[in-house]
């Protein structure tokens, strides 16, 4: 049996009651911290609201704790002073407790589809890619994304050489390959080969996929092959950060780039333009902008 015991407090005051809670043996906490979204010039941001009230939630579970509920009411009015009628309670079966999102698959109105672990559907005439997000970051959801997805599912890429800077779980790595990559350059900050490598698997893909953890502005990696597509789906001020580092416009002809917003895109049009690119297609969903350049030899 899962108990649950929630306290609600002045999100300010929420270090002092984790630290009370953990000097008394108690680690198994919860909550939200209470943000609002800002607009700032890359895209979005936060604001932590500090005169907001938050629920802490505490969990014990009657295998590592012996008398619970009632060892918990008492740790709990006896540590913070409280009443009991202000402690919320509930309890129910641990597995009931484990919460899982399921993904809803996305068509992406060009024949192609999203397809998630938990699908039943059946997609007749349609082609499929296959994936679970698991840890990384990237799950096809973002307007960004699937702008993306559908500049590269709508081209030819037989035998081509790509490179996917900020891959997160791959999405975009994967569809390069579905759509005839030959060798597919994926690189992330984080570690994300076995995300990648698990939904390559997933859609049966045989092509050459390497994977690399590196950090692309202050890093000590250095991208010196050329490839015939680059894509970059981070966000307007990082990307120019790349190039400049990198001097990544000499890398290719082609760039697919996205996580732009449509108030922070002068500087980034201006480097292109500067390095002989013309703008061959430019999608928009809401504020949400992918550009394809391309340079003519």
């Known amino acids: 049996m899962l108990h649950e015991f929630i306290l609600t407090i002045p999100y300010k005051e929420i270090d002092q009651y984790t630290d009370k809670l953990n000097s008394v043996g108690v680690y198994n906490l919860y909550y939200e911290s209470p943000i609002e979204i800002i607009k700032v010039q890359n895209g979005y941001g936060y604001e932590e609201k500090e005169d907001e009230q938050v629920e802490l939630k505490i969990y014990a579970s009657d295998v590592e704790v012996e008398g619970l509920p009632e060892a918990y009411f008492t740790l709990l009015e006896d540590t913070f002073s409280v009443a009991r009628d202000e402690i919320k309670y509930s309890s129910g079966n641990e597995t009931a ?56 599912l709508d081209s030819d890429l037989t035998n081509k050489t790509v490179l996917d800077l900020g891959t997160g779980s791959g999405m975009l790595t994967i569809a390069a390959s579905l759509k005839g990559a030959k060798k597919v350059v994926a690189v992330d900050y984080e570690d994300v080969a076995r995300e990648l490598y698990h939904n390559a698997e997933l859609n049966g893909l045989a092509n050459d996929i390497e994977v690399i953890q590196a950090d692309l502005i202050t890093g000590d ?31 290719s002809d082609q760039f697919i780039i996205s996580g732009l917003v449509e108030w922070n895109l002068d500087e980034l049009l201006a480097l292109f333009e500067k390095g002989g690119f013309t703008i061959r297609e430019r999608a928009q969903t809401n504020e949400w902008v992918t550009i394809s350049f391309e340079r003519e030899r």
């Open 221 to 251: 990696y250095q991208i010196n092959d050329t490839y015939d597509v680059i894509f970059i789906n981070i966000g307007a001020n990082e990307t120019v950060k790349i190039i400049n580092r990198h001097d990544l416009l000499k890398n």
């Open 97 to 152: 407790w484990e919460q899982t999102y399921e993904f809803e698959d996305i068509d992406l109105g060009n024949d192609w589809v999203i397809v998630y672990p938990n699908s039943t559907e059946q997609y007749e005439g349609k082609n499929l890619l296959k994936f679970d997000p698991l840890a990384a970051f990237g799950t096809g959801l973002h307007e960004t994304t699937q702008g993306c997805l559908r500049m590269i």
